[in-house]
């Protein structure tokens, strides 16, 4: 069984940062893009962030590019999402998932992920 854990949300001021992290577990980490997706109150599940298997390949919602980056390392078998400049409109629940096959590179679709993990809070005050 793939576990993915995520950590790192919080409650941040509007214009702050904040990382989060999804500590993975289960077969094979480093062969699978991994994803950031978020949900808000309300509104279905939207994609955040993509990362391919190296990490040399990245792609963002056009919402949050330039202001978050995501990143992974490998040997931790983590993957982390660096949000900065946060707004009250990231307020959701982000959540991480893993690519369905290891021929995915990185997509923005949700379909093309199996495994979740269970979600972390992230609210933005203004």
């Known amino acids: 069984q793939v576990q993915l854990v995520e950590s790192g949300g919080g409650l941040v001021q509007a214009g702050g940062s904040l990382r989060l992290s999804c500590a993975a577990s289960?077969?094979?980490?480093?062969?699978?893009?991994m994803g950031w997706f978020r949900q808000a109150p309300g509104k279905e599940r939207e994609f955040v962030a993509a990362?391919?298997?190296?990490?040399?390949?990245?792609a963002y919602a056009g919402s949050v590019k330039g202001r978050f980056t995501i990143s992974r390392d490998n040997a931790k078998n983590t993957v982390y999402l660096q949000m900065n400049s946060l707004k009250p409109e990231d307020t959701a629940v982000y959540y991480c998932?893993?690519?369905?096959?290891?021929?995915?590179?990185?997509?923005?679709?949700?379909?093309?992920?199996?495994?979740w993990g269970q979600g972390t809070q992230v609210t933005v005050s203004s």
């Open positions: 998932a893993r690519a369905i096959s290891t021929l995915y590179t990185g997509s923005r679709r949700q379909d093309a992920y199996d495994y």
């Open positions: 289960g077969r094979t980490f480093s062969s699978y893009a």
């Open positions: 990362v391919n298997w190296s990490g040399s390949n990245t």
